[in-house]
T-cell receptor, first 119, second 116 residues
Framework: EAGVTQFPSHSVIEKGQTVTLRCDPISGHDNLYWYRRVMGKEIKFLLHFVKESKQDESGMPNNRFLAERTGGTYSTLKVQPAELEDSGVYFC?????????????????FGPGTRLTVL | AQSVTQLGSHVSVSEGALVLLRCNYSSSVPPYLFWYVQYPNQGLQLLLKYTSAATLVKGINGFEAEFKKSETSFHLTKPSAHMSDAAEYFCAVSLMFSGGYNKLIFGAGTRLAVHP
């Protein structure tokens, strides 16, 4: 079974440019999460999809960030325009629907991350 | 609010020595706790998780962690370090929501170095 994949693995752009990150979750996983780790800091939650719907986007830093999940499959995270403080590693994770309603201790399966550098 | 504190951003041990990585959590409800590891150029991999069953949890690669409610701790240990254990380790608490999904609150990570 293929794991979570992310593309690109690295991206170097200049301030003001646009970058789009892609995540392909494990097939059949309804839940898709985006996290970010800024240099030296903890990994922080950005947002969560259930299928194609945004369930929680409380961690999105500002309106320069736009996430989509077309048809409930892969997801994209666009940063437009990019700023210096957006540099970091962006992780995607997925998990299956809980077996019991209202209960979830499901492991989140993480991708390798995309390292974004904004110059 | 849930939070996680990892004591020590860098830990260095000799090969064969005990590994102890510290994690303390804050949670208003019984927590689900996780340890993830990130090897160089790879994604986060689950080492082990505590989900209110046994307080001593065994994971992959010989690692284990003990949930201590009185100390709000979930320290990660391995009796004998191997060179291949060199990686960054993350402790996380799961924030649960109705509807059956969770989001993870991570500590800042501890980078483990193993020297001969």
């Amino acid at each position: 079974e293929a794991g979570v994949t992310q593309f690109p693995s690295h991206s170097v752009i200049e301030k003001g440019q646009t970058v789009t990150l892609r995540c392909d979750p494990i097939s059949g996983h309804d839940n898709l999460y985006w996290y970010r780790r800024v240099m030296g800091k903890e990994i922080k939650f950005l947002l969560h999809f259930v299928k194609e719907s945004k369930q929680d986007e409380s961690g999105m830093p500002n309106n320069r960030f736009l996430a989509e999940r077309t048809g409930g499959t892969y997801s994209t995270l666009k940063v437009q325009p990019a700023e210096l403080e957006d540099s970091g590693v962006y992780f995607c994770a997925s998990s299956p629907r809980p077996r019991l309603a209202g209960r979830s201790n499901n492991e989140q399966f993480f991708g390798p991350g995309t390292r974004l550098t904004v110059l | 609010a849930q939070s996680v504190t990892q004591l020590g951003s860098h830990v260095s041990v000799s090969e064969g020595a005990l590994v102890l990585l510290r994690c303390n959590y804050s949670s208003s409800v019984p927590p689900y706790l996780f340890w993830y590891v990130q090897y160089p150029n790879q994604g986060l991999q689950l080492l082990l998780k505590y989900t209110s069953a046994a307080t001593l949890v065994k994971g992959i690669n010989g690692f284990e962690a003990e949930f201590k409610k009185s100390e709000t701790s979930f320290h990660l240990t391995k009796p004998s370090a191997h060179m291949s254990d060199a990686a960054e380790y993350f402790c996380a608490v799961s924030l649960m929501f109705s509807g059956g999904y969770n989001k993870l609150i991570f500590g800042a990570g501890t980078r483990l170095a193993v020297h001969p």
